[in-house]
């Protein structure tokens, strides 16, 4: 019995090749299509996206094109082809702006973009594309059904942004580049001014201004030890219970110090 359902399966399996092999080899766009939409209900993607863009040419004056351009970007989008799928999905949304899906495809053309997105340390064009597109798809559909996870996207590449600024001041502050560092931090709070990196920012901020002060000439140490006790207040009064304070306390008590002898 086990044996009859074996040979019973590679029958089927085997006139199912047979068939879409036919199909794609006929010069039959329309069945060409229809085999499309068979092998993207049945989840073979690359199946259906190689018969989509056989039949796409031939099929621009057909009804059924705009449903075939439309499964043909959710192919390429299901295959994680992000930037096909993207390019697809606009020229969607370009050829029939006033279909029933044109929302959707919106809305996937913001999450191909979020899909191409690297880590924070790399290069974030596209992470600056996305914002851009996200920002037109809920100015546009402010009531739309997929608009938690467009905030979703926003709000994680927007954390990436922040990520990446907050390392490169940071990493400054490591090397021992202090005036650097400041720089940067300041520019931080003034491009993320919520940022959950906001606490820690404030406290190298201090550190580096302190540091960049102690090592100071004589004629720029005074100046720059009452910079960083300002930045000193400032944290104090943003961040009572902070875990930095000790270090804080410490650094301060340095700057003090040292101000006596300026």
Known sequence: ??????????????????????????????????????MYQKGKYAKAERMFALAD??????????????????????????HSAG???????KLFPNSSKKEEADFYIVRSYY?????????????????EEADRFIRTYPESKFLDDINKMVKDVTLRFQKKD???????????????????????FIDHPGSPFREEAHFLRFMAAAQLALNSIPSKKKERIEKALNYYEKFKNLFPRSEFSDKMERMKEKL???????
């Open 57 to 82: 040419e031939a099929m621009k004056s057909h009804p059924k094109y705009e449903r075939l351009k439309f499964f043909r970007a959710m192919s390429l989008f299901k295959l994680k082809q992000y």
């Open 1 to 38: 019995m086990k044996k009859f359902v074996i040979v019973v399966f590679v029958s089927v399996l085997a006139v199912s090749c047979g068939e879409y092999q036919k199909v794609l080899n006929s010069n039959a766009p329309l069945e060409q299509y229809r085999m499309g939409e068979k």
């Open 166 to 188: 907050f390392e490169k001041a940071k990493l400054y502050y490591h090397l021992g580049y202090y005036k650097s560092a400041v720089k940067s931090f300041d520019l931080f």
């Open 87 to 93: 390019y697809q999905f606009r020229l969607f949304t």
């Open 256 to 262: 003090e110090n040292e101000r006596k002898s300026v």
């Open 115 to 131: 899909e191409l997105i690297p880590e924070y340390y790399r290069d974030l064009t596209y992470g600056e594309k996305m914002l």
